[in-house]
């Protein structure tokens, strides 16, 4: 009988009586620079993210304190929304998540009204534009009535303020 000779891979090719069992050096760098250049990329993706996520959490709580004292201070005659402009403050919860939040308010005459615009703003980790929310401030008598309801006659709106 005769004997049938197997020869490896790379015997075959080399002709050699070389026998590759494993990998080499230079492969395993080239599989862990691969590998730290990808973890790195995603680390750094990951911190990114997570900034990102901070500042839109600021942003929409800024929002939402701007729009509370909002509504609050339309409720009120222009009188009062004058003497309570004085005293705006942010929130206790706004005032510890945003360091350094400021609440600035001004009433302006337009055509329109009397507009109430606030803005807020916070020490942030990039320059950025104060937010900013607009509202009109509607003429109330002092029975709490507004003075364009259209429910009040004429006799009325005279006793009222018309500054």
Known sequence: MKKIETKNRCERLVGTGFRRNGVTAFEIMVTISVLTTVAMFVTTMAIQIKFIW????????????????????????VTEVKRRLGEINAGEDTSRRLKGVV???????????NRLVLKLDWNRRYPGK?????????????????VSDGQLDSTQIEGGDES
């Not at 609440?103 to 009204?113: K, M, N, P, T």
């Open 54 to 77: 901070r500042d839109i959490e600021q942003h929409q709580l800024a929002i939402n304190e701007l729009s509370n004292q909002l509504d609050e201070l339309t409720r009120y005659s």
């Open 103 to 113: 609440i600035r308010g001004e009433l302006l005459a337009d055509e329109i009204g």
């Open 130 to 146: 104060p937010i900013e929310l607009s509202g009109w401030v509607v003429e109330r008598l002092d029975d709490g009535k507004d």
